[in-house]
């Protein structure tokens, strides 16, 4: 049986995720930040803040040496809403770092020796298509300049594990309809999860470092 940890199982796409993984039967960790959150029936449910790295290392003691097949870094904020040249929120903008950069770091860091450990060693990094700086418009900007660092995080990442075999990867859901997406967005959570799997699933070790999207196709940089 394989397994995958999912951060911030307990909303939105990484609801979503923990649902469709466990009901395929994978063995599913999901972290969340409050004991309040709801998982779907079966998911090992471990409340961690990532950006609590104290928190962070007891997640990696208390799953000790189990194999991670697929590290699934979901967990993010967009920050405060509306903010543009002239009115940036500094202390919103460093804590949109905290969580979707240095949040993710501290996950694979602490978590590098579990994927290594197991069969598929996939480590993926839930990044957006506004983290694209070839398709920079300017908008959202502490959101997508996170997305962005997330990206080189990634390919960082691929480059200093590619001697032990790990994939790293980038990969964008689309634009879906959650809290974080809103209610106008055109894809549904459950079409996007879908794709991401069968991403996923199709990873190939040449394919560490890639910036992909749900549909599979490659987003540029």
């Not at 860091?109 to 996939?122: F, H, M, Q, T, Y």
């Not at 300017?138 to 691929?158: C, D, E, H, I």
Request: include cysteine; proline fraction near 4%; glycine fraction near 12%.
């Amino acid at each position: 049986m394989s397994t995958i940890l999912i951060t911030g199982a307990g909303r939105g796409l990484g609801l979503e995720l923990a649902r469709q993984y466990a009901g395929d039967g994978w063995r599913v960790i999901g972290t969340v930040r409050s004991a309040d959150a709801k998982l779907p029936p079966g998911v090992d449910r471990h409340v961690a803040d990532i950006t609590d790295w104290r928190a962070v290392g007891a997640l990696a003691k208390a799953l000790g040496g189990r194999p991670i097949d697929v590290l699934f870094c979901n967990a993010g904020i967009t920050g405060k809403r509306g903010m543009a040249l002239g009115s940036f929120d500094y202390e919103s903008w460093q804590e949109v770092f905290r969580v979707n950069v240095l949040g993710a770091a501290a996950v694979a860091e602490a978590l590098i020796d579990n994927v290594l450990a197991s069969e598929r060693k996939i480590i993926a990094m839930m990044t957006s298509r506004l983290g694209s700086i070839t398709e920079a418009s300017g908008v959202t900007l502490p959101y997508a300049t996170s997305k962005a660092a997330l990206n080189m995080l990634v390919k960082g990442l691929a480059a200093t594990l590619a001697g032990k075999g790990a994939i790293v990867v980038a990969l964008s859901p689309g634009w879906a309809r959650t809290d974080m997406g809103g209610a106008s967005a055109p894809l549904a959570p459950e079409t996007s999860v879908s794709g991401l799997r069968k991403v996923i699933a199709g990873l190939r070790r040449q394919d560490s470092g890639k910036f992909l999207s749900y549909d599979g196709s490659t987003i540029p940089w």
